[in-house]
């Protein structure tokens, strides 16, 4: 069974500086999808960034990055100059290709300061 | 904006009161889900339907009661409810195979039983 951890429950990042999140996964799978959702006071849950198992290059969308990495089973989120906007619970997420089974970590409470 | 729309936002209601959740999908997606957020909790799925067909029940108590008429609308009929259901219903949408295996949230129905 796939299970997914987030061992930071809460953290804080300086407006402007960069924070980086932690999340660890377990599966005997090779090919997978591993996401980042995002879920502001407003309780939508947004999705950050994605990446697939097979793709060596870490996924990038503007200030997010990840750094995947396969054989530890790890799939850190980094934000880079942190917005006010940024402030949410940030969630790891696993799913096996064409499945409806989406594995959640419990989340990382971020609060960025101004 | 996801193209997910859930209603109420907010429900309050006693232990012997009847309601329903309502969302819609305005993705052409296959897929269809319900989740339960409690706090400090990883997100629980709770139903999945495939072309209007239910494919998962994750032993849901008998109390709630889905119901899927076409792709587009997903319903969630609730009665005899505990207090211990109070908690953030999520409704989500994905079509597997495709988009990249995203899912894709409503805002959720925060829910209060008294």
């Known amino acids: 069974a796939q299970t997914v951890t987030q061992s930071q429950p809460e953290m804080s990042v300086q407006e402007a500086e960069t924070v980086t999140l932690s999340c660890t996964y377990d599966?005997?799978?090779?090919?997978?999808?591993l996401f980042w959702y995002k879920q502001p006071p407003s309780r939508q849950m947004i999705l950050v960034i994605r990446q697939e198992a097979y793709k060596q290059q870490n996924a990038t969308e503007n200030r997010f990055s990840v750094n995947f990495q396969k054989a530890a089973k790890s799939f850190s989120l980094k934000i880079s100059d942190s917005q006010l906007g940024d402030t949410a619970m940030y969630f790891c997420a696993f799913n096996l290709p064409g499945t409806y089974k989406y594995i959640f970590g419990t989340g990382t409470r971020l609060k960025v300061l101004a | 904006e996801t193209g997910v729309t859930q209603t109420p936002r907010h429900l309050v209601m006693g232990m012997t009161n009847k309601k329903s959740l309502k969302c819609e999908q305005h993705l052409g997606h296959n897929a269809m889900y319900w989740y339960k957020q409690s706090a400090k909790k990883p997100l629980e799925l709770m139903f999945v339907?495939?072309?209007?067909?239910?494919?998962e029940n994750n032993s849901v108590p008998s109390r709630f009661s889905p119901e899927c008429p076409n792709s587009s609308h997903l319903f969630l009929h609730l009665h005899t409810l505990q207090p211990e259901d109070s908690a953030l219903y999520l409704c989500?949408?994905?079509?597997?195979?495709?988009?990249?295996?995203?899912?894709?949230f409503g805002s959720g129905t925060q829910l209060s039983v008294l």
């Open positions: 599966t005997s799978e090779s090919n997978y999808y």
């Open positions: 989500a949408s994905s079509q597997p195979g495709t988009a990249l295996g995203k899912l894709f």
């Open positions: 339907y495939n072309f209007k067909e239910q494919t």
